[in-house]
């Protein structure tokens, strides 16, 4: 699934405003990463990382399909759309660096820094559509990101040696 099917299904949403393609885009690449946690080779803990608020993701639309009429409520506002949109192309972005980061040899030719910044650019993008599309969020964020940052040096401590 691609940004562009995204963006067709934020189309349909704002003109009949069905909001099932939308989820049902972002429950599908919430699947896939999953699964590629599963089959993960290589830096399971920078991936773990990332896993959690998957897992967070997939908790949050659990409760929304529950609520419907909110659900159609929040659908109905344009920059819930656009926020969810945004939302869907992070776990795009979430499943890509996944993918990448679990094969380690096409990782380990990437600089750490790199990495790192890409990690970090995607918590923080995930936490904050989150928070702007009210999911719950079950963990405590300092809490999270200690541990973050303890997966991050461990998995590139070990790429450098």
């Known amino acids: 699934m691609s940004e562009e099917q995204i963006n067709e299904a934020v189309d349909t949403l704002k003109n009949s405003k069905n909001y099932t393609p939308l989820i049902s885009i972002v429950t599908t690449h919430v699947t896939e990463i999953l699964e590629l946690d599963k089959n993960a080779q290589y830096n399971k803990k920078i991936c773990g990382a990332l896993i959690e608020r998957v897992r967070s993701v997939e908790f949050g639309i659990r409760i929304l399909l529950r609520r419907k009429p909110e659900i ?58 989150m928070g702007m599309l009210d999911f719950t969020i079950v963990t405590d964020q300092e809490k999270l990101k200690q541990i973050d940052d303890e997966s991050l040096k461990e998995d590139l401590n070990e790429m450098t040696e």
Do not use: G, W
Request: proline residues 0%.
């Open 72 to 129: 159609e409520e929040n659908f109905k506002k344009e920059n819930y759309i656009d926020n969810f949109e945004k939302f869907a192309k992070t776990m795009i972005e979430i499943k890509k660096f996944v993918a990448d980061i679990t094969q380690f040899q096409r990782f380990r030719f990437l600089k750490t820094d790199t990495v790192k910044e890409k990690f970090l650019e995607l918590t923080k993008r995930s936490d904050t559509c």
